[in-house]
């Protein structure tokens, strides 16, 4: 039984999968579904989990290469909310572009983690290292 870490066994071996470039969606609650993507919805509430919460527990397991996210996400977000992302993404090289371009780039990924999240254009895709 596993005891610390990711308890999640459908989050779990969607990141057993993923690999060197894969890119990997964490979404705010109000983010589309994907068909075609699998998808691992942990929203409870709004706001439980966020997706902050989401990719501190992805970051144990996950290596970030990059990271995109939607450039409206800047326009609409506090000084402090930018400033806890950019925190939790550690550092690692984001592109902001628009949010169209941003879900043109969806279907390539891996998978697709759903969060309670409310935070405007909250969504971001890592791409492993």
């Known amino acids: 039984m ?3 870490g990711i308890l999640n066994p459908h989050v779990l071996s969607l990141l057993a999968r993923v690999r060197h470039t894969n890119m990997l969606v964490i979404a705010d609650r109000g983010f589309p579904f ?3 993507i699998e998808t691992v919805d942990l929203s409870l509430v709004d706001g439980v989990p966020t997706v902050l919460q989401v990719l501190a527990a992805v970051r144990q397991n996950f290596v970030i290469g990059e ?3 939607a450039e409206e996400f800047l326009k609409v977000n506090t000084p402090a909310t930018k400033t806890a992302y950019a925190a939790a993404l550690g550092g690692a090289r984001v592109t ?5 371009e941003f879900k043109k780039r969806v279907p390539g990924a891996i998978g697709l983690i759903r969060s309670g999240d409310t935070v405007q ?3 971001m895709i890592l791409v492993s290292a």
């Open 96 to 100: 902001h572009e628009p949010h169209g």
């Open 34 to 36: 994907w068909p075609m």
């Open 121 to 123: 254009y909250a969504n």
């Open 67 to 69: 990271a995109f996210m």
């Open 2 to 4: 596993i005891v610390q």
